[in-house]
């Protein structure tokens, strides 16, 4: 079945460590997008990609970085430089151009990162 | 930025009854939206597309959209304990990116 995967489940981190949530999906789609969810509030972009080795930044990039080297895969990785990190962060998907404006997204599962 | 608003609830009503849900964004320009359902801890799962003005059924749910007034709404008739969840209003923002409401979470007593 296709879908997209995240991984970890849950993801602890120390004070000055950076990690890495991984997202693969086999839904052949160009376009992936990592968000960010805190109690309470909406889903909020920290970055997208419509095609291999290009991305741009969302509306709260500073303090995480991500790479798009193959179609399936678009990893984040969370940098010390992100000061408060805690928060469910999902990774989806949809197709590129005007298909993807009518076909919404593929959520995964979600990682939930916490600092400890 | 743009912007979508939606009430946080939480909403209440009783098993059997209608629910109604709303959402207004501020893009003139937008084009689809989307309606999220998502239970506490889990991911986001569409349940709704609608990208005309008017009403869009399926099932119990259905979608009503006022590009005029800059309003969408989701209606879920004889509402379920298992509708119980948070429900996120989604608009296009051109260039397949996405805005979020902050959701509204809905409570269906048995």
């Known amino acids: 079945d296709g879908g997209i995967t995240q991984s970890p489940k849950y993801l602890f981190r120390k004070e000055g460590q950076n990690v890495t949530l991984s997202c693969e999906q086999n839904?052949?789609?160009?376009?992936m997008y990592w968000y960010r969810q805190d109690p309470g509030q909406g889903l909020r972009l920290i970055y997208y990609?419509?095609?291999?080795?290009?991305?741009q930044k969302g509306d709260i990039a500073e303090g995480y970085s991500v790479s798009r080297e193959k179609k399936e895969s678009f990893p984040l990785t969370v940098t010390s430089a992100q000061k408060n990190p805690t928060a469910f962060y999902l990774c989806?998907?949809?197709?590129?151009?005007?298909?993807?404006?009518?076909?919404?997204?593929?959520f995964g599962s979600g990682t939930r990162l916490t600092v400890v | 930025q743009k912007e979508v608003e939606q009430n946080s609830g939480p909403l209440s009503v009783p098993e059997g009854a209608i629910a109604s849900l709303n959402c207004t964004y501020s893009d003139r320009v937008s084009q689809s939206f989307f309606w999220y359902r998502q239970y506490s801890g889990k991911s986001p799962e569409l349940i709704m597309s609608i990208y005309s003005n008017g009403d869009k059924e399926d099932g119990r749910f259905t979608a009503q959209l006022n590009k005029a007034s800059q309003y969408v709404s989701l209606l879920i008739r004889d509402s379920q304990p298992s509708d119980s969840a948070t429900y996120l209003c989604?608009?296009?923002?051109?260039?397949?990116?996405?805005?979020f409401g902050s959701g509204t979470k809905l409570n269906v007593k048995p």
């Open positions: 990609s419509q095609i291999v080795n290009d991305f």
């Open positions: 989806a998907s949809s197709p590129s151009g005007t298909g993807g404006d009518y076909y919404g997204y593929t």
């Open positions: 989604a608009v296009n923002g051109g260039f397949n990116k996405f805005y």
């Open positions: 839904l052949n789609h160009d376009a």
